[in-house]
Structures are given as structure tokens and as C-alpha cells.
């Protein structure tokens, strides 16, 4: 392929190589944890099986030191929007319930749910509400949102196009 022929790297071949590196050399991987105190991720739910792997490698408790390497991962589920990229939902979701056993780490897991939305007043959070329970089902618990802001605001207007410009149909 032209990428190949012309030398370059992709990011998604940066992650896959990155985590060939990980695996296949321990001292990389020993040096590289030890440069790390916690890794964070944001909108973990958008996050594909390479990166979980790489996640993996970083976080995986080596028996011959004490350094551990923490994990924070934040994310919503009802928020993925990048499954077309490969996205697997239910390996992120088996990732957060199995984490202690995949990195051996010794702190035990805790979970929080963060359920104040502090972005959308009453009426947006009480439509998503209703949209995730009621309609689209993604989740197995209920996941209500709760609103911080209190002021009413203009409601959204919703538009519903059915044709282009040109009068094109969608």
C-alpha cells in the first residue's frame, strides 16, 4: 500500500506498534511504567480494542517492583459515538468490570457515577432522561441525569430536514 511504500505511520499503527513494543520488551515496558503515576482517560467510552490493549500494557502490575501505575477512566457509555471505528462497548464495559484481575493491580477498583449534569438545565437533562430510559436502551441500570443549572432557558428548537438545498432528498 502507498502508507507502506512511502514509509509513513499511521495512528492507528503508532497504538498497534506501541503495544507490540510494550508486550515484546519488558525493560521498555518496566521504563516506561515507572515514568507514570496514573493514567487518565477521557470519554473512555469511545476508546477501540488497540487502545485498551495499550492500556493493558501500561497498566499491568509488574511482580518484581511496587510501582503501580493508577487508572482513571471517565466516560459514558449513552456519549460512544465512534463505534463505526471500531468501538467495542462491550470489551470497554468487560475492561472496567474484570480491570483488577487484567492489570493486577493492588489497589482495589472503585467506581463513581457522576450523575449532575452541569451543562443542561432541567428540560434537556429530563429529555435525555427519557430518551435513554424509555427509548434506547444501552445501558442495564437506570443512569439519570440530575441538572445542576436551575434557570430556565429558551427551548431547543427541533428541525426535522428532509431534503437538501436543491430540494435533494436525504
Request: hydrophobic content about 35%; glycine content about 6%; aromatic content about 10%.
Amino acid at each position: 500500500d502507498a502508507i507502506g511504500e512511502l514509509g509513513l505511520v499511521t495512528f492507528d499503527d503508532m497504538i498497534r506498534l506501541a503495544v507490540r513494543l510494550l508486550k515484546e520488551q519488558p525493560a521498555v515496558r518496566r521504563a516506561e511504567r515507572r515514568r507514570l503515576r496514573a493514567l487518565l482517560v477521557d470519554e473512555f467510552q469511545d476508546t477501540d480494542s488497540q487502545q485498551l490493549d495499550l492500556f493493558k500494557a501500561l497498566l499491568q502490575h509488574d511482580a518484581e517492583s511496587n510501582h503501580e501505575v493508577l487508572g482513571f477512566f471517565v466516560g459514558d457509555t449513552k456519549q460512544s459515538i465512534y463505534r463505526f471505528r471500531g468501538v467495542d462497548v462491550p470489551a470497554i464495559e468487560d475492561f472496567h468490570e474484570r480491570y483488577e484481575e487484567l492489570v493486577g493491580c493492588q489497589q482495589s477498583r472503585s467506581d463513581f457515577h457522576l450523575k449532575t449534569s452541569f451543562r443542561s438545565v432541567k428540560e434537556i437533562t429530563g429529555f435525555v432522561n427519557h430518551f435513554f430510559d424509555r427509548k434506547l436502551k444501552l445501558t442495564e441500570e437506570r443512569e439519570e441525569l440530575t441538572p445542576h443549572r436551575t434557570e430556565v432557558g429558551d427551548l431547543p428548537e427541533w428541525h426535522l430536514i428532509d431534503s437538501d438545498a436543491e430540494g435533494e432528498g436525504f
